[in-house]
């Protein structure tokens, strides 16, 4: 039976802010059982399974489950499910299930009003001239921008098929981990449940302690995501710019192929792009289309690999022979694939004029979020 003790990381788990995923998977390691926690509409909202077949079990409430109610003040707020050793509990098991109620209670999902305000906000980021709708979905959820405000875009990729309410889960695992690191709102992009995007009130520890949980959440749920995250900003007039800012941090992540959230201010030369994003889009689509582009398409029509092999190139300074080996061919085949190159684009690898519009052509590709499809699953994203 694990000892009194087992509590504490817990309990000190909870002060510091942890997500309800977090905490549910320290109190599962210290039952040593499968732990799974439901709201009070019976939504998953945390799981913590020693193996595929027990989280199988516990969302069937099979055999060997024991279900409790999760009550604060008198108020059932969900159900927590175990699967282990549940018949041999801690004496402070009621205490840890309260706490674990609050949690709950606290990270309970907003209401009908608070989530249309935080989805009005939302879609206003990307809404030209909509400063006004912005101030006023702040106020009315009551965010504060002026001690620092950060944008964070989540994009998503299903690995295998999702379940009924998957999209559902998904926000409200972000909105927990948004939450974790300061006051915060979260919502879909344009109704597509693949893209979330939250705005953290807090500063700038508390925006990345929030992109980083969203990205581990996240990923526990769909297998790959990518997050990209603003610099803080202090009115509603920037926020426009700060969702462009995450925006392009997670087209970069994307298209760089990041595994970890992604900073504006991490994207390098990228970042002289984003004016180009913000004021004249179309231009900056042409020079990509003048450039890269019929790369692209060729790889998408024949399954061949120009596009990486152009980039790998450029990533060992002009060297046919270490971006062979990186590409683990022959320099025959780098040797033919940038003369490909050459006759599609009508630029020249070795020229440093031909070197530098290809190299500022794949740039705007991945700021346009122009990924190339990829064996696993990458798809072309706009």
């Given at each position: 039976m694990p000892q009194a003790e087992a509590g504490r990381p817990f309990a000190e788990a909870v002060e510091q802010g942890a997500s309800l995923p977090e905490l549910a998977r320290l109190l599962a390691r210290a039952l040593d059982a499968s732990l799974l926690v439901l709201d009070r509409a019976g939504l998953t909202v945390a799981v913590a399974a020693r193996s595929p077949a027990e989280e199988r079990a516990l969302r069937a409430a099979g055999d060997g489950v024991v279900s409790e109610p999760l009550l604060h003040a008198g108020e059932r707020v969900g159900t927590v499910r175990l699967l282990g050793r549940a018949a041999d509990l801690p004496p402070l098991w009621p205490l840890l299930r309260a706490l674990l109620a609050g949690e709950l209670r606290r990270l309970a999902l907003p209401g009908r009003a608070a989530r249309r305000a935080a989805q009005?906000?939302?879609?206003?980021?990307f809404a030209a001239g909509e400063s006004g709708a912005l101030a006023a979905s702040l106020g009315e959820l009551g965010l504060d921008p002026a001690e620092g405000a950060t944008v964070v875009f989540v994009r998503i990729h299903h690995q295998g098929s999702v379940g009924e309410g998957w999209g559902e889960r998904a926000l409200t695992l972000f909105e927990q981990a948004l939450r974790g690191g300061g006051a915060a709102v979260a919502g879909a992009r344009e109704g597509d449940e693949r893209e979330l995007v939250g705005v953290v009130c807090g500063g700038?520890?508390?925006?990345?302690?929030?992109?980083?949980?969203?990205?581990?959440?996240?990923s526990g749920l769909a297998g790959r995501c990518v997050v990209g995250y603003s610099r803080s900003v202090r009115s509603a007039q920037e926020l426009p710019r700060a969702a462009a800012e995450a925006l392009l941090a997670a087209n970069v992540a994307e298209g760089e192929e990041v595994a970890e959230p992604l900073g504006f201010e991490q994207t390098g030369s990228y970042r002289l792009l984003l004016p180009a994003v913000r004021e004249n889009e179309e231009e900056l689509r042409r020079f990509y289309e003048e450039t890269v582009a019929p790369l692209l398409a060729y790889d998408e029509q024949y399954q061949t690999a120009l596009v990486e092999t152009l980039q790998t190139y450029l990533d060992c300074d002009g060297s046919v022979a270490v971006a062979a080996q990186r590409l683990f061919t022959h320099r025959h085949t780098v040797y033919y694939r940038l003369e490909r190159i050459k006759e599609l684009s009508g630029l020249d690898v070795a020229s440093s004029e031909g070197r530098e519009r290809l190299s500022l052509g794949l740039k705007a590709m991945r700021v346009l979020g122009l990924a190339p499809r990829r064996a696993g699953g990458g798809e072309l994203r706009r």
């Open positions: 009005r906000l939302i879609d206003a980021l700038d520890e508390a925006a990345q302690r929030a992109a980083a949980a969203a990205a581990r959440e996240l």
